[in-house]
């Protein structure tokens, strides 16, 4: 067993290395590193730039979504509120409670939906 490895390894060492296998090994180096040197090079690149982004489109955009918001909200409170109020006067108090939960959605989406559209840019947002 120990003239096998040793044989193995003198084989190993004896190997002559073509100019062949020299290119094999260098044209797989350069596809292995060749995606990482891209991305440094762009990197550089976008770093480079510099400047600051203009958000006054934005606010225009986020202020309709925040009216959106605030109209969608008053509209399913309101609706919510009124299918709760048929199904009471009617005396199925059993189907006015998820009707309720959907005035308690609807009051979520009204204040904390617009507040959260508000704070999204990071400016203020008026109506």
């Not at 509120?81 to 005396?91: K, T, V």
């Not at 006015?96 to 559209?117: D, N, S």
């Amino acid at each position: 067993m120990q003239n096998a490895l040793q044989s193995r390894f003198a084989r190993l060492r004896s190997r002559t290395i073509t100019r062949q296998q020299v290119k094999q090994q260098a044209a797989l180096a350069v596809r292995t590193a060749a995606p990482f040197l891209l991305v440094l090079a762009t990197s550089s690149l976008a770093h480079a730039q510099g400047g600051s982004i203009d958000m006054s489109g934005a606010t225009n955009v986020m202020n309709t979504f925040k009216t959106f918001a605030l109209y969608a909200g008053a509209v399913i409170c309101l609706g919510s509120l009124i299918f709760a109020g048929i199904r009471m006067m009617s005396g199925r108090f059993q189907e006015a409670i998820p009707a309720l939960f959907g005035a308690l959605f609807g009051a979520g989406v009204l204040g904390w939906g617009a507040g959260w559209i508000s704070s999204l840019t990071g400016q203020t947002v008026t109506q």
